[in-house]
């Protein structure tokens, strides 16, 4: 009966072993494919935000970089133009803001190479940036206006003002609520 028993939790070990075993080799393969995933599409993301991000920073950042932590996460760093890295929480927030803004701009710009148009509608998403920058933040947005619908709501008069002296190829209209 021992020998019996003994049988019995030999075979309930071996099929845990090998379900173990086999959830680990899946946990490694979709490792694997998440990991083959983010380089293809991260990649050219990454490198058209960092070129957005250079643009709207009037040149304080040259570039983004991704790198693992040392837990192991992915975390994005600005890179100055003398290569000094700077970690997002070190960032001002205006600087942190155009960060966002470059980030979601590649983002949308890739999907649209890939699919349907869709409007890209912000709200006060210039709030953080000084004259220059909000200058440039519109002509960034306007050159999207040339591949999809860019809607801007704003509250601050300078930035209605800013859009009016731009040249856009695919055209401002302002239009004010009372």
Known sequence: QASEEA??????????????LRLQIASLILEQ???EYRRKNQAPVLARAGNLFARLTLGGFANLRDELNESGKPILLGVRPNDLE???????????????LALRLATLEQH????????FVVDDILIGFDDDRTKVGLEVLSELAANTQVLVFTHHRR???????????????????H
């Open 86 to 100: 700077v970690s997002v929480d070190q960032m001002s927030d205006g600087t942190r803001d155009q960060l966002y």
């Open 159 to 177: 930035v209605v003002e800013l859009a009016e002296k731009l040249e856009a190829q695919a055209g401002i209209f302002i239009h004010e609520l």
């Open 33 to 35: 494919r998440i990991e």
């Open 112 to 119: 649209l190479q890939k699919g349907e148009p869709m409007p």
């Open 7 to 20: 049988e019995q939790q030999l075979a309930a070990m071996v099929s845990g072993i090998e379900q173990y």
